[in-house]
T-cell receptor, first 113, second 113 residues
Framework: GENVEQHPSTLSVQEGDSAVIKCTYS??????FPWYKQELGKGPQLIID?????GEKKDQRIAVTLNKTAKHFSLHITETQPEDSAVYFC????????????FGTGTRLKVLA | DGGITQSPKYLFRKEGQNVTLSCEQN?????MYWYRQDPGQGLRLIYY???????QKGDIAEGYSVSREKKESFPLTVTSAQKNPTAFYLC????????????FGPGTRLTVT
């Protein structure tokens, strides 16, 4: 069945360094790829997303890239800060036209001051 | 403030009891979703509803039931038939015209002993 693999499961970086989280999806018909940030005990917060007709999208220190041929997409955080520490989830739509997501298993990011 | 509210934040029940989790949104969103989150795993879809008085099973609907009598409300009942009900439950919503961007509530942590 469809699945989304996310790596790494944990990531520690020094404050000011960059962090990269990668996801691979299996359904070639997936057309929307959001990224969520979840702080401890809270609901996930949508931080950036990308659609299948776009290769890259940036929002200040956060960027997402998509490689449709290889079926993978990545989250890039530059100039990391302690408040970036959280669990990050990627997701992909099941198939084109549906509202359902498949989520990755999450990456716990720790930014060391 | 517009948003999604879930209550209560923490819920404790004895095994064999049904329990209902509340989800309310004032975003005027048509679609609503329930997810389950277990430690170290991604979010898994329980039920979703694209319009009032209509809902569909997600990937793990067994042991759960929902209703959608009002646009703003999508309560989830965890029945005694659910074998492992202890989890973090998240409600989300999205616009029908822009169904891909799902916004999450703060979650309810259910503990069944």
């Amino acid at each position: 069945g469809e699945n989304v693999e996310q790596h790494p499961s944990t990531l520690s970086v020094q404050e000011g360094d960059s962090a990269v989280i990668k996801c691979t999806y299996s359904d070639s018909a997936s057309n929307y790829f959001p990224w969520y940030k979840q702080e401890l005990g809270k609901g996930p917060q949508l931080i950036i997303d990308i659609r299948s007709n776009v290769g890259e999208k940036k929002d200040q220190r956060i960027a997402v890239t998509l490689n449709k041929t290889a079926k993978h997409f990545s989250l890039h955080i530059t100039e990391t800060q302690p408040e970036d520490s959280a669990v990050y989830f990627c997701a992909a739509t099941y198939t084109s036209g549906t509202y359902k997501y498949i989520f990755g298993t999450g990456t716990r990011l720790k930014v060391l001051a | 403030d517009g948003g999604i509210t879930q209550s209560p934040k923490y819920l404790f029940r004895k095994e064999g009891q049904n329990v209902t989790l509340s989800c309310e949104q004032n975003l005027n969103h048509d679609a609503m979703y329930w997810y389950r989150q277990d430690p170290g795993q991604g979010l898994r879809l329980i039920y979703y509803s694209q319009i009032v008085n209509d809902f569909q099973k997600g990937d793990i609907a067994e042991g759960y039931s929902v209703s959608r009598e009002k646009k703003e409300s999508f309560p989830l009942t965890v029945t005694s038939a659910q074998k492992n009900p202890t989890a973090f439950y998240l409600c989300a919503s999205s616009m029908r015209t822009s169904p891909y961007e799902q916004y999450f509530g703060p979650g309810t942590r259910l503990t069944v002993t």
